[in-house]
């Protein structure tokens, strides 16, 4: 009981009710594949980014944040797998997707220096005064374009109160032209050029390399900043106002640096290079170096790499040694709680069958371990139905399901001629059955089966899949999407890849992971709580009252609560053994709904006589 030393009245707040428990999240998605452009962890000449997965909520930010739906790895044959299931993501209803770049790597796990695109400035000099880097891999780094132009102000010299010249609303490490007059029409000159700063005495003066002067009249002073625009493909951003004094908020060197940016997904970062001397350059020689850069011009180099491999999709687990060397690949993905649906659409960019059995076993071997998410697997390209029968063969868990055929898009990377029919594309269906899913959980909630669902942003299915050929299919575990006339396409199938009967449909095994989940999360105030029958009794409280609520909205059979479920977490649930080694245990039994699989109406003819007898 709470300790009482002084003599007086004490008033206590106190809950009468039970501890609720929330329910979690199911529709949150995670993909783990290559991008056109994007964060990534790595280390380069002793900058380590470490970024987490990216979490996007629209096909808009996905482009913004990893490129445009053009090929990777100089391969123009094969699509871009992930950037073309995020769009079918959102295009059927999904609304959040962390997506976990995957980018090639040595032996080591570090990415070469020479898939970074750069620009040293100005470009023609043997050592270049800055430079101009692009903040991730990728061959679409030799794509970005960067401009600089001068933004001069007016003449800022005034007089205050004492008669003393003065720079109007100065800030420290504000580069200015100290000139007679003002040309705006002709570049700056080095030696004209002068950094604000204070005095000891808390006047203004100019800083330059011959050391501090005083602010005079006769001469005019005028603010430089500059504007600087980058631009990859159709995208643009522009950065107005820069300053070039290292100091200040909005210097150059801040806004547009690595590791924290003001723009998240800026496309570029400024280096300084250091001269003979080992000193960073000036304010002035590093202006003069940037207005160099009058027109658009290329960075370069950049590159894919050598091509992924399955243990880059599988990444590596964070090193507990070293915070420079986080979690990468579908490992990232599970530094993220609120995932509950995973794809890795470049599973079929391999073409090896044994490769694409290890992508997949990362995969489930991702889902299980985790245990509160399930795996959305897709079959190899052009796959018969004998093909995929033997595909599924190789794989036994309640954890992961299997749909079959590929889809047919209209090739959104392609402008279509005029008079010729437009280009037509197959991609793997897993980014539109994870956006169904999503759609189901938020229109019907997490215990409905994500099947008859009509699949949204298809022309056609590459397969046809007939109701005899099915009939091979479903018992196997493989979820078929089917084309019915006047019904459109549709998911025809919500099977797990498990041979365990109990989790056969995706539904249930989805609906025991969000219950358990949310028990999971809810109920963590109960560690450490005096382990008594009043303890007992709190925690049976706050599931029942959980459970009848899931109950309430069609998630679990029965007519009463006593039918849908029971929670037990008393002296029959629990041996003193378990009670001396601090075990609180708490059985609870639910009754899910199964999917109507198979509607059956039976029919026969019914007479008079037959009514009589």
Known sequence: MPEYLTPGVYVEETSFRSRSIEGVPTSTCGMAGATRYGPVPYQLDGLAMVPEPVLVTSYTEFERAFGDLDPL??????????????????????????????????????????????????????????????????????????????????????????????????????????????????????????????????????????????????????????????????????????????????????????????????????????????????AAAALAALLTLTQPTFLAGGGDGPGLTPGDVAGRVADPDDLRRPATGLNALGEIEDIAIVAVPDTVRFTDEDEQKTVVDSLIEHCSSLRYRIGIVDPPAQSSISQVRQFRSRFDTTYAALYYPWVEIVDPTRRPDPGSPPSKLLIPPSGYVAGIYARSDIERGVHKAPANEVVLGITRFETNVTFQRQAVLNPEGINALRFFEGRSNRVWGARTMSSDPEWKYVNVRRLFIYLERSIDRSTQWAVFEPNNERLWASIRQTIEDFLLVTWRSGALMGNRPEEAYFVRCDRTTMTQNDLDNGRLICLIGVAPTYPAEFVIFRIGQWTADANRA
Do not use: C
Request: hydrophobic share 40%; no cysteine; charged share 20%.
């Open 73 to 282: 790895f100089g391969d123009v044959s094969t699509p871009n797998y992930l950037g073309l299931s995020a769009r079918a993501f959102f295009a059927n209803g999904g609304r959040r997707l962390y997506i976990s770049r995957v980018f090639p790597r040595d032996e080591n796990g570090n990415i070469a220096a020479d898939n970074f695109a750069a620009l040293g400035v100005p470009v023609a000099a043997p050592a270049p005064v800055v430079r101009w880097r692009a903040r991730w891999p990728g061959a679409s780094g030799g794509e970005i374009t960067v401009q600089v132009a001068l933004q001069r102000s007016k003449n800022l010299i005034v007089r205050d109160r004492l008669g003393r010249a003065q720079v109007s609303g100065a800030q420290p490490g504000w580069l200015v032209e100290v000139v007679p007059a003002i040309n705006e029409s002709q570049p700056p000159a080095a030696g004209d050029l002068r950094v604000l700063a204070r005095a000891a005495d808390g006047t203004w003066v100019y800083r330059g390399d011959a050391g501090d002067e005083p602010i005079t009249d006769g001469r005019q002073a005028s603010h430089l900043r500059i504007s600087v625009t980058v631009s990859m493909g159709e995208r643009t951003d522009v950065y107005t106002e820069l300053e070039l004094g290292p100091d200040h908020p909005r210097s150059v060197y801040n806004v547009l640096n690595a590791e924290d940016p003001a723009d998240e997904f800026a496309l570029v970062w400024l280096e300084r290079v250091p001269g003979p001397d080992n000193q960073p350059p000036s």
